[in-house]
């Protein structure tokens, strides 16, 4: 077990956002949605790390200006359960109204979604100087990742070189227990963005909840970032592959979906993400024919032009499997106007 192989002085820096999650930080006999989620994400980590006193670790909350004070509840959780030396919440409007430059272009929370509070987080993390390794790690506020599962993305950061980590839920080797189907909608937006974005190589997974960074890479690629929204990882991670190349491993990893009192199912948030990604291409790369083509008409699309291509995806597309759209290109901007006409 890697953790079992860290000799060194070691640091862990494990994030999350809270928003709307009032229900699902209380215990499931509190509530229906309830998960009792920070308490047991503690419990992940101190099983994880006992016995291990080189190992220092924290979980950092970020509120991500919550209505209903998600980040106020976890303080209570925390002060109520003796917590405090290894748990800290954080709460980025706090961080806006002190004109943080991490917190840059946003004036507002509700600018947010996920993306400013994530990345505050991580500043926040890498500001105290320590001599050790320092690893970031952010995850999702549910339970659908275990934590237990860190020692994966340790392993190629501290025994490959890696200078980040992603857990993947599309190789062969990870475990998926689903409910519900996003599929299609995932295989059309992994489709679209991979005419955009070219330094990925075959990363398909950008989403999932679970990443690890060095310090030293999080310090570069956390400034003068342009998406705080959903989109963000694929930000971070571009620009990872810009600083230096072929720097991401993929890590298969158990995933079991959460959707009940999810914060994003109910705001399908494919659209706005494909127009933010757009302006990274537009940012990040330098543009050619079809990717100018694709840019062009994400930027034209609105809702219901996007509810019909859903209703209608190409059966090229439908039919592949999402690591095959690295290479394959054959569905064409004009294929796409044709299904939403």
Known sequence: MIINEIKGPITISVIFAVYKEH???KKNSEHLHGEDFLRRKVAQLERLFDNHSNIHWELIVVDDGCPENSGGIAQSVIDNDGLGDKVKVLFLEEAI????SIT????????SQKGGAIVYGMWHAIQQPKDEDHIVIYTDADLSTHLGQIGLLLDPILNQKKSVAIGSRREKNSIVIKKGTRNTRGKLFIYLWK????NLGDIIDTQCGFKAFRKKIAAQIIEDIIEKKFSFDIELLLKAELVKNNSIAKVPIAWIDSEQASTTVDLQPYLPMLKSIVKMYRKYFSPNKMSDEFA???ESLNPDDLNKILDNIPSEILERESYEFTKYNGVLVSDLIECKS
């Open 97 to 100: 109204e002190q004109n943080l």
């Open 195 to 198: 005419r955009l974005i070219p």
């Open 23 to 25: 229900t699902r930080i």
């Open 296 to 298: 062009s008409f994400i």
């Open 104 to 111: 840059k272009p946003l004036s507002s929370t509700k600018e």
